[in-house]
Each structure stands twice: as C-alpha cells, then as structure tokens.
C-alpha cells in the first residue's frame, strides 16, 4: 500500500521541528526556557470581548451550525473597520469573508485559485504559508529575495521574465514575518501597477497592520483599482491577543472572495457564531484596548534592543509588527541560524526562531518574537552575554561547545 502521499512529498522538510524537539526536551528536565520562538500572544483577551462570547454562547441558538463566510454583523463590522482604518470601502456581502485565522483562509485561496503547474511568487524570507499554501494546491513556487521591499520589487520583475508559464499570483506581506519590514503607499502602487500590466492576482497579507511603533502601515486596497486585483488577509489574534479564536477575514477582489467562499462552503460551517459575535464586538468596540497592547509591544521591543545591545548582540529595532529580526552574531555566523538557535537554547535557555525556517534567504539571522514580559527579556539578555562571553574565543563550528 501506498505510504508516500503526493502532497505530503512536496512538503519540505521544517525547520522548527528540531528546536522545538529539543525546547520539549529541556521542559521536560524542568528547565526555565526563555520562549521567543512562536508568535503567540501572552497578553489576556480584553474583557469586553470575552464577556460577548460568554453572552452569545448563553443563547442555545448559538450552537448551531454558523455561516461559513462569516455572519452578516461581523462581515459588516470587517467592512465598517476598512473604512475606518484605511478609509476604504468594501461590500460585506461580496468583498469580505470571514476565516478561521488568516492561516486557513490563506491556504483555502491557494486551493481555489492554483492548479499544478501554476507559478507563484513569493516573497523570501516569508511566513511558511505564504508558500505552504500554494505547494499543497500543487503550484511552483517561485521565492523571490525579500531582503527589503525595493529588493523584492526588482526581484519580481526579473522572475516574471523568467518564468513559463506566466505566474497565476504573487504574495506582499507588510508589516512582514519575519523581517518586520514596513511599506508606503508607492510600494503598493508600483505592485498594483506591475501585476495588472502582467495579469497577476495579489495576495496581501496584512496581520500586523495595529501592531506599529512609527506611522500606521497602509492597506493595498487603498490604491486606486487595488480591488480589480487584490485581496487582503487580516488577523485578529495579534490586534486584540485572540490567537486560540482562530478569527480573522479577507476583503477585496470580490472574484477572488467568491472563489474563497465556495472552497469554504465544502470545508467548514465557520467559525463558532459566540466567537464570530465576539469578533464583531472587538472590531465595533473600543479600540484603547489596541492602543495599550501597542505599548506593551513596543516596551517590549525597547528593552530587547537596549539589553541585548548590552550583552554584546545587535538588534536592530523593528518599526512594526511582534518581532525582531536579528542578524547571528558575527562569530556564530559559519554554524547557520538552525545551530545558532539550537545552541542558544542549550546554553542560555533562550529559545528562538532559525531564519533557515522562513526560507533560504533568511539564513544568517533568527527571529525573535516578543512574547515574554520586561523582566524575562532581561533576564534573557544575561543569560545571552554569558553565552556570547564564554565562547567570544571558540571557533564559529559549534559542535565543539556540546
């Protein structure tokens, strides 16, 4: 009998298993592990939000199959959000669908718009999805250096050139994971402009688009004739700290939400209807509740910087999202970002994320999610100089410190 699964062959292989096997591990012995490695949000739910679901969930209606594109409420409050944010106008009925975390509805669009042979541009370094997605519905990838955005800009155009057939899409994802890099508006202006002249759908992955410490990060649905193209991925988790709801939507290109809604209609019923009431309350409520995450992320973020600057590891600050991208220290460089963060967390119980995971252009630096408060970064940042300290001298192959 048949072991071996098609789709499950063009997976690679992940690069996170072996951390997190060993992260396991050392929890296992009852270490105190220092986790930066997965974005998951620590911060609480804010009360409003919960105490909606716990109202809903009251009414024995509510236990019902839902609406797979989301009800109408919260599509409306996703609608009433973009034109408040961005001061763009969508129709809940036809430009918005609700999904079960940007995650799903992502690899679900994938599905619906890609068949084998396809090519696909996208962005690398990049979140694993980005190309998961589309390697599953059976599409060749084409990752395109991401370094920064001019660079990806240049890159694309090079990779549209080259490539038969002609790409079906291509992914943009600003504030990014993992870079943290941000965008203006000409950015998406330039993208809009080329994908039309190449006949490309684009696929924009906004999650961190309240999660910023400078200007507030556009939307590629602001551009003039973005919605005859585009469409764009939003999360809820990182905004109000609801990773576990599994709520987040897609608005735009009404072709491309219609495709989304039919592949989800065969799949799921949506989401549970007291968490798709408690979305609407999140995104129709007050919004201080942002604001406070917002600085806590940027404290955060702050102190990351300065401590670990101190114990002899230079950070750069991230002007938005959860994460900080950081380049290996100079005398690690040799061994890669996959030893470098198994041996951070061997010798100073600091968990984090090998560049290598988010693609080939990622290697040389690792991603550090800010997850842990004021006190553990800190704590973090001596154990990180007594590591940085007892091997300044020992040559960049680790294998000698095990």
């Given at each position: 009998m048949q072991s071996e699964f098609y789709r499950i062959r063009r997976l690679p292989p992940y690069v996170f298993e072996e951390v997190n096997r060993l992260k396991a591990e050392a929890r296992a012995?009852?270490?105190?592990?220092?986790?930066?490695?997965?974005?998951?949000?620590?911060?609480?739910?804010p009360r409003h939000i919960i105490e909606k679901l716990v109202e809903t969930a009251r009414d024995p209606r509510s236990n019902r199959y839902s609406a797979s594109r989301g009800i109408k409420g919260l599509r409306k409050a996703m609608a009433a959000y973009y034109e408040r944010r961005f001061g763009v106008q969508v129709n809940p009925d036809t430009e918005v669908i609700a999904t079960l975390g940007s995650k799903e509805g992502f690899a679900n669009l994938a599905q619906a718009i890609t068949a084998p042979g396809d090519v696909v541009l996208v962005p690398n370094p990049a979140y694993p999805i980005h190309a998961f997605g589309f390697i599953l519905a059976g599409a060749a990838i084409r990752h395109v250096p991401a370094n920064s955005p001019e660079e990806y800009l240049a890159s694309v155009s090079r990779a549209v050139r080259h490539s038969v057939p002609s790409p079906t899409a291509l992914v943009v994802n600003y504030p990014?994971?993992?870079?943290?890099?941000?965008?203006?508006?000409?950015?998406?202006?330039?993208?809009?402009?080329?994908?039309?002249k190449h006949e490309i759908w684009v696929l924009s992955d906004l999650a961190y688009a309240d999660i910023y410490f400078d200007e507030p990060p556009p939307s590629i649905l602001q551009i003039p004739g973005a919605k005859e193209i585009a469409v764009e991925f939003q999360s809820l988790s990182k905004t109000y700290a609801m990773?576990?709801?599994?709520?987040?939507?897609?608005?735009?290109?009404?072709?491309?939400?219609?495709?989304?809604?039919?592949?989800?209609?065969?799949?799921?019923?949506?989401?549970?209807?007291?968490?798709?009431?408690?979305?609407?309350?999140?995104?129709?409520?007050?919004?201080?509740?942002?604001?406070?995450?917002?600085?806590?992320?940027?404290?955060?973020?702050?102190?990351?910087?300065?401590?670990?600057?101190r114990a002899g590891w230079n950070i750069p600050a991230p002007p938005a999202s959860m994460f900080a991208w950081?380049?290996?220290?100079?005398?690690?460089?040799?061994?890669?970002?996959?030893?470098?963060?198994?041996?951070?967390?061997?010798?100073?119980?600091?968990?984090?994320?090998?560049?290598?995971?988010?693609?080939?252009?990622?290697?040389?630096?690792?991603?550090?999610?800010?997850?842990?408060?004021?006190?553990?970064?800190?704590?973090?940042?001596?154990?990180?100089?007594?590591f940085l300290s007892l091997r300044s001298n020992e040559p960049a192959d680790l294998e000698a410190v095990r």
């Amino acid at each position: 009998m048949q072991s071996e699964f098609y789709r499950i062959r063009r997976l690679p292989p992940y690069v996170f298993e072996e951390v997190n096997r060993l992260k396991a591990e050392a929890r296992a012995r009852a270490e105190d592990i220092i986790d930066f490695g997965m974005g998951n949000p620590d911060m609480p739910t804010p009360r409003h939000i919960i105490e909606k679901l716990v109202e809903t969930a009251r009414d024995p209606r509510s236990n019902r199959y839902s609406a797979s594109r989301g009800i109408k409420g919260l599509r409306k409050a996703m609608a009433a959000y973009y034109e408040r944010r961005f001061g763009v106008q969508v129709n809940p009925d036809t430009e918005v669908i609700a999904t079960l975390g940007s995650k799903e509805g992502f690899a679900n669009l994938a599905q619906a718009i890609t068949a084998p042979g396809d090519v696909v541009l996208v962005p690398n370094p990049a979140y694993p999805i980005h190309a998961f997605g589309f390697i599953l519905a059976g599409a060749a990838i084409r990752h395109v250096p991401a370094n920064s955005p001019e660079e990806y800009l240049a890159s694309v155009s090079r990779a549209v050139r080259h490539s038969v057939p002609s790409p079906t899409a291509l992914v943009v994802n600003y504030p990014s994971n993992p870079t943290a890099q941000v965008v203006g508006l000409d950015f998406y202006e330039e993208v809009i402009r080329f994908a039309k002249k190449h006949e490309i759908w684009v696929l924009s992955d906004l999650a961190y688009a309240d999660i910023y410490f400078d200007e507030p990060p556009p939307s590629i649905l602001q551009i003039p004739g973005a919605k005859e193209i585009a469409v764009e991925f939003q999360s809820l988790s990182k905004t109000y700290a609801m990773p576990g709801w599994r709520m987040g939507f897609a608005a735009g290109n009404k072709t491309l939400i219609g495709a989304l809604g039919r592949i989800k209609s065969y799949l799921d019923y949506g989401a549970y209807t007291p968490i798709q009431v408690a979305a609407a309350a999140a995104l129709n409520g007050p919004q201080d509740c942002v604001d406070e995450m917002r600085a806590i992320y940027r404290a955060r973020r702050d102190v990351l910087v300065e401590s670990m600057a101190r114990a002899g590891w230079n950070i750069p600050a991230p002007p938005a999202s959860m994460f900080a991208w950081a380049p290996i220290p100079e005398q690690f460089r040799e061994a890669g970002s996959l030893e470098f963060s198994k041996q951070l967390l061997a010798h100073a119980k600091v968990a984090v994320s090998p560049g290598l995971g988010f693609g080939e252009y990622g290697e040389g630096y690792v991603r550090i999610a800010l997850v842990e408060n004021e006190h553990r970064i800190r704590q973090a940042a001596r154990n990180v100089k007594r590591f940085l300290s007892l091997r300044s001298n020992e040559p960049a192959d680790l294998e000698a410190v095990r």
